[in-house]
């Protein structure tokens, strides 16, 4: 019963931790009538909390693992505690900007249920269990909704004590329905990033990451704020247009990952950075309010999607090392959330506009795309690489004048030969001399003619051993039919060969062989 908690339990854990992590950027067109914050650092204060929100992603990760992810949860929970009353009774700008980076303990909790959920769920689910996980993003719509409502009747300071309440609910939700007999994992964190840290994949996911989830939080961090000072919105309707920014992002995050557990995720983020580049560029041309908007769901979409299918790929190359992965790339992606909305700042103050950080966003969502049909392609290359490699049978791969390209460990196995002592040598290396130059006429005669043949000969070890193989022989070629390569496979088949044949047609032509076409 406990076990099948988790995933709810954990999810509303994150719903939670990302209502508090935005309580300051909601709040934000209220505590400004307060508290006198210089315009120039508006972008600041709300990009601030997602900075430890980010960082601790890492630890708190690998914390899940090693002492379960009740443990983590609770003890998060009571730490924000502090950060939340302070920021309650803050009266200047400093206050804020110490109260704000200590909210981002909300943020973070975020790779604490990537990083236990796998465990109680088969790998084809993954997907749509992190997910549903990741809609625990809810809470930042829940925040961005209600909390103006509810500061318009009792005030901004009271609203955010009304955190202190729901925080102290829920350390005692995690005490009692916490699975104390989480599986865990011991594995010393640096051991972790040594085995992790020269993976490119890591690198690849984290910038995808950084993209998704980046738009994502610089999004519902920004629009608020910018909704009211560019299009002179009400506060509370800039509100409600940012919670549905975040409620189509964050219902899509299960889709992307359903998808994902159904088809390639990688050709789905393909996908995916194409409707961010769009979208971005629609952006930098500063439209109308309506198209605006449609540019803003658009990235809501792909974000929501692309969010869900990163979090399959995770546990897809990294099994082992999900805990610390999970950290790293949740890190980026929160730091996705942090960089944007500064840069944008900055870029305003320069020009005046916002239109050259939406360009910024769309080329390197741009770049992104590329490098997942790289990966695609990649993918499919090192599937076919698995393929050559484990294969019983012998393999070598020859160009058009007759020297050996590639050889496979098998072909080592059967013939003695090593990569090393054959690559640019002819196969001539391996004949045996019971075949006559008859043979070999007939026989690439054949592979001219057909494209391929197939037959018994007599060929020699290294060791000088002679053995009878079962040899196919085909032509490689290109899409305009030309040939590029000659690929032979074989296997021993001596023993299978009875004794009266063994030294049978030195010189004729092996009465086994068979032209094929």
């Given at each position: ?165 729901l925080l102290l609910f829920f350390v005692l939700l995690n005490v009692f329905l916490g699975d104390r007999k989480e599986a865990k994992v011991k594995t010393p964190i640096m051991e972790q990033i040594k085995g992790v840290y020269k993976n490119e994949k ?316």
């Amino acid at each position: 019963m406990i076990k099948k908690m988790q995933l709810p339990l954990q999810t509303m854990n994150l719903v939670l931790g990302f209502m508090v992590w935005v309580i300051i950027s909601a709040l934000l067109p209220f505590i400004k009538e307060d508290i006198s914050i210089p315009a120039d650092r508006l972008a600041i204060l709300t990009a601030i909390p997602v900075v430890l929100g980010s960082i601790l992603r890492i630890p708190l990760g690998y914390y899940a693992n090693v002492i379960g992810a009740r443990i983590v949860f609770i003890a998060s929970f009571i730490l924000l505690l502090f950060p939340v009353y302070f920021i309650s009774t803050a009266s200047s700008f400093t206050h804020l900007v110490i109260g704000g980076l200590f909210l981002g303990i909300g943020g973070a909790v975020f790779s604490v249920g990537v990083t236990s959920l796998p465990k109680y769920y088969a790998k084809e689910k993954l997907g749509l269990v992190n997910g549903i996980y990741g809609m625990g993003n809810v809470g930042t719509a829940i925040t961005t909704f209600a909390a103006p409502v509810i500061a318009n009747q009792i005030g901004w300071s009271r609203t955010v004590q009304l955190y202190l309440i729901l925080l102290l609910f829920f350390v005692l939700l995690n005490v009692f329905l916490g699975d104390r007999k989480e599986a865990k994992v011991k594995t010393p964190i640096m051991e972790q990033i040594k085995g992790v840290y020269k993976n490119e994949k890591l690198w690849f996911f984290s910038l995808f990451y950084f993209i998704t989830f980046g738009s994502f939080v610089a999004f519902t961090v920004y629009l608020p704020n910018f909704l009211v000072s560019h299009f002179e919105l009400a506060k509370v309707d800039a509100g409600i247009r940012t919670a549905g920014f975040i409620v189509v992002a964050t219902c899509l995050r299960p889709v992307g990952g359903w998808l994902a557990d159904k088809f390639k995720p990688l050709f789905l983020l393909m996908g995916v950075f194409i409707g961010l580049t769009i979208a971005a560029i629609l952006l930098a041309f500063s439209p109308s309010i309506g198209l605006y908007t449609a540019g803003c769901l658009t990235i809501a979409v792909c974000a929501g999607l692309g969010n869900g299918i990163i979090f399959k790929l995770v546990p897809l190359y990294f099994n082992k090392q999900a805990g610390i992965v999970n950290g790293v790339v949740s890190m980026m992606g929160g730091l996705g959330g942090f960089f944007p909305p500064l840069m944008l700042s900055v870029i305003h103050s320069i020009t005046g506009q916002y239109s050259i950080g939406f360009m910024a966003l769309s080329q390197i969502a741009l770049a992104s795309l590329v490098i997942v049909v790289w990966m695609y392609y990649q993918d499919k290359l090192s599937v076919s690489s698995e393929v050559f490699n484990s294969t019983g049978q012998g393999i070598l791969v020859t160009d058009l004048a007759g020297k050996i390209t590639a050889v496979n460990p098998a072909f080592t196995k059967l013939t003695g030969y090593s990569k090393e002592e054959v690559i640019g040598k002819n196969p001539s290396v391996l004949k045996s001399g019971r075949q006559s130059p008859e043979f070999y006429n007939h026989m690439w005669t054949a592979i001219q003619e057909h494209g391929s043949w197939q037959g018994e000969i007599w060929n020699r070890r290294k060791s000088g051993e002679e053995y009878l193989e079962l040899l196919t022989i085909n032509a490689a070629k290109d899409d305009s039919g030309d040939i590029i390569n000659y690929v032979g496979t074989f296997s021993d088949i001596t023993s299978h060969t009875p004794y009266s044949r063994v030294g049978r047609g030195d010189n004729k032509i092996n009465s086994a062989a068979k032209l094929q076409g």
